[in-house]
């Protein structure tokens, strides 16, 4: 018998989207359930749009024989195509079920190979079959948050006049001054007798490779920041954002570090710290709202099962001011409340030049101001060499600030840069970076030189934050961090 109705002419409907409909629609995702009865079967369909997917009632008498022979070839993991009306749910879990007339399975699935047979993981193990684990609802639910909160942050700069640069991801220059840097080459290293040497003045080999051989002429790397390119672009169209990845080779086996991330780099001309502070507290604002509007079922999964105060922090993200507090300040905060009982902290001894480590962070944003809260006025020493020298305490403290934040500590980090020739000049010396690789930066100073500040906020540390996921690890697709760059 032909099937009740064929797909060619079908409306396709993703499960985040069903509502009541008169005429057949077509439903096409993964099996996640199927229970078989004596009149009848229940297939759990997922098609990724959505947590709860939606319940296929296959009625026998309802449907041909061509289904009834597809239904018993069903797994957990298989792909479906299912035709059917959308009514209002006969049970009280979903608002709809579709009362299928026809189905076709469009891609097997062995049941007793396939690794997400119907039981709990850890998201551990889950690492381990990273190609498969969007199927799970966890990680499904951080891919769609994380797409919304993406698709809010581009929306926040473009409604507020930003232009999006996209900056090089290969590079010469360390923007952080922090040397840890994946290394870019075409120099063939698995035959070290053939790469060429560097030779000083009487023509000896300094045991140096040269890398003016090498394809670029100079030895280059993965950027750890698209800041300076876009300071760039700021000197020139005012307020400008990038948005993209970033590397660094840091050994860290942390639950915050990826040796590839994404970074948000919003940088602004004619603008000081404050006005840098105040765009991120509304972006974050912005963003967050917009998650919480659009992703209540995956938040709601969230609270539940990983954090159960989630949603309610989140709300309190909006609706809350952010807590500002200097870093002298803040030091003196931590003295007093470590000298309570030093012998609760991991790192008691606090001071003046301390770069604060992430329990002292937290206590900050969790226990003292219980809210988000920017620190800013930074010691010189612990902060990168192109933010600005504070006038006031003759040079001792930069203008730069972090935003700390409840459950992560760190979010963005950020500063009014040095706009003065001189003194960004001096302070080079002063750290050994050769002018000459920074000669184009150092042009924005002598060409039109205007006050500009800007930040730059960890797009993984902010999906961890939105979802409650405690391990950065399974806030990105393919985590790539030492010992392992997978899939």
């Known amino acids: 018998a032909a099937p009740a109705s064929t797909t060619a002419t079908v409306r396709r409907v993703k499960t985040a989207d069903a509502s009541v409909s008169e005429e057949p629609v077509s439903v096409k995702g993964w099996v996640r359930t199927v229970r078989k009865q004596k009149t009848l079967a229940f297939v759990e369909v997922n098609d990724g749009s959505s947590l709860s997917g939606i319940q296929c009632v296959m009625t026998f008498d309802d449907i041909d024989e061509e289904t009834k022979k597809e239904i018993n070839k069903l797994t957990t993991g298989c792909a479906v195509d299912v035709v059917g009306k959308i009514v209002e749910s006969q049970g009280g879990k ?60 581009h929306s926040f700069f473009q409604s507020s006049g930003f232009v999006y640069v996209q900056t090089p991801l290969i590079t010469a220059s360390d923007c952080e001054g922090a040397g840890e840097m994946f290394r870019v080459t075409t120099l063939d290293l ?60 840091e050994n860290s086996q942390t639950t915050r570090h990826l040796a590839e991330f994404n970074m948000v780099e919003p940088e602004m001309a004619f603008a000081d710290l404050k006005s840098a502070m105040d765009n991120a507290e509304n972006m974050l604002k912005y963003v967050v709202k917009d998650a919480l509007d659009k992703c209540d079922e995956d938040l709601t999964f969230f609270t539940k099962f990983y954090q159960k105060d989630l949603k309610d922090r ?135 030189s205007v006050p500009h500040a800007g930040y730059g906020l960890g797009f993984e540390r902010l999906v961890c934050y939105a979802t409650g996921i405690e391990n950065i690890r399974d806030a990105i697709a393919f985590p790539r961090y030492p010992g392992n760059a997978e899939f």
């Open 94 to 153: 979903q608002a709809f079920e579709l009362q299928g007339t026809s189905l076709r399975v469009v891609g097997a699935c062995p049941g007793e190979a396939y690794p997400l047979a119907k039981k709990r993981h850890t998201l551990e193990y889950l690492r381990t079959i990273a190609h498969l684990r969007p199927r799970t609802n966890t990680l499904a639910a951080v891919s769609r948050v994380r797409s919304a909160l993406a698709g809010a942050i």
């Open 314 to 448: 989140l709300s309190k993200l909006v609706n809350k001011p952010f807590a500002r507090v200097s870093y002298r300040e803040a030091i003196e905060y931590l003295q007093e409340e470590i000298a309570k009982d030093p012998s609760k902290w991991q790192f008691p001894e606090v001071e003046f030049g301390t770069d604060l480590a992430t329990e002292h962070e937290r206590w900050l944003a969790e226990s003292k101001f219980k809210s988000c809260v920017f620190v800013y006025n930074y010691p010189k020493k612990i902060k990168a060499f192109y933010m600005r020298d504070n006038d006031e305490d003759g040079g001792e403290t930069v203008n730069a600030m972090d935003l700390l934040v409840p459950g992560v500590g760190e979010l963005v980090g950020g500063s009014q840069r040095e706009e003065r020739l001189d003194v960004l000049e001096a302070k080079m010396t002063e750290l050994d970076l050769n002018p000459e690789d920074y000669w184009w930066y150092l042009d924005l100073r002598r060409f039109g």
């Open 190 to 249: 698995d035959d070290v007798p053939s790469l060429p040497m560097a030779k000083d003045q009487d023509g000896e080999e300094t045991g140096a490779v040269d890398y003016g051989e090498d394809f670029f002429g100079k030895p280059s790397f993965l950027t750890v920041s698209g800041q300076l390119g876009g300071e760039t672009h700021a000197c020139a169209l005012g307020d400008i954002y990038t948005f993209g990845p970033t590397f660094r080779a």
